[in-house]
């Protein structure tokens, strides 16, 4: 995969997720009572062959669950290979076709070259699918831009795990993406490969949720040796860096999670996921400063996947291969960051107190004011507090046309609240 180097990041990938198949019906704990009858359930000494044993003794007795939830239930003290190994079945490696411009053809002595890196399974059903990856995956600024979509390739391959043959090539197509988010979002249409394969959509975890130092693990396919897996732990849940951006123009502030797995070019538009399977992140850049090491960066996954099915629902309604974002009419920033420790769940979280710092034009512009601290936002049934400035952000991609939105604010001290409706096309900003 081509490098690219932004400020001290450059962009790397990871892999993809999901939770083990199931049965039917059935209770673990009275197999594990069966099963030993010096145990009334399985203990964390014994061995993986009893504990397929029983899971397979409860299906028969119509357990519904999957092998890892069996275990979980029982009691077993599984490893995190078991999860692992469910994510590579959602990873899939990407092959991105171009055709050098003229001046860069003479400059590297080949007209043809690929963009290599890896996705996601967003979302399948049958031999559909929609996959996530990296905008900077599959686009070349090195290309004639004569594609259908200028840079973006018009030649995208895909190869599940374990299938790097001809035979069990996928052939993609660009939906949209989102240069400035570093998302880009592919679909396969009516593939047998797909169809007759044990592929699985990714199960998503809360990337709000995670907790500093926990075990990740990011799957990918570096130095483009095959879809493989690398672990560490989480370094920060949250951060802003500086990164290029793909048509390599510009610089812009990137949401992130930090993490020290070692991830590689090659790797770029993979998941970054949790011990338990679930996705958490897509790994997109690494540091490559002097004296500087295991500093990988993953877009979080609550941002990651709404800016993805923003793009997904947008391509539905007008084909413009972007992401429509609300806009609120008002800037904000943080006027205070702090840290807590949660007693009941051990985590230690970072609070940010976001404040509006301008009132423009925008769907709330006629209700916010400057020096107003954003308390909550609710829409489509549901509140998030607003205890970090990217959640906010976050939303504006979740948000859709007609959506009742209400904002609760602090005002001088007082809490206020107020709804409106997004209706106006004035409401939202295309990002492509």
Known sequence: MKKRILLPALFLTAAALILSAGCSGGNPYEVARR????????????????????????????????????????????????AVNSTLLSAVEV???????????????????YSIGAGVIYQLDGGDAYVITNYHVVYSASSTGRERIPHISDGITLYLFGSKTDERAIPAEYVGGVMDRDIAVLKVEDSDVLKNSDARAAVRGDSDAVSVGERVYAVGDPNNKGISA??????????????????????????????????????????LFNAEGKLIGIVNARSEAEGVEHLGYAIPANLACAVAQNIIDNSRADNSHGAMCAVLGATTYVSDTYSE??????????RETVCVQRVGVGAASGFLRTGDVIYSVAFGGTEKLVTRRHILTTALFEMRRDDTVTLTVLRNGTKRSFSFELSDNDDFKLYQ
């Open 230 to 271: 690398v672990s560490g732990i989480l370094s920060v849940d949250a951060e802003y860096i500086s990164i290029q951006t793909a048509d390599e123009q510009r610089s812009v502030s990137m949401l992130e999670m930090r993490t020290d797995a070692p991830v590689n070019h090659g790797n770029s538009g993979g998941g």
């Open 95 to 113: 092959y991105a076709a171009f055709t050098r411009s003229q001046f860069a053809a003479a400059a590297a002595g080949s007209s043809s070259y």
């Open 341 to 350: 420790y949660d007693e009941e769940t051990g985590r230690a979280v970072v």
């Open 35 to 82: 099963a030993d009858s010096t145990a009334t359930v399985l203990s964390e000494s014994a061995s993986k062959s009893q504990a397929r044993l029983m899971y397979e003794e409860a299906c028969a007795d119509g357990y519904a669950g999957g092998y890892v939830e069996f275990l979980k239930e029982i009691g077993f003290a599984a490893d995190d290979s078991l």
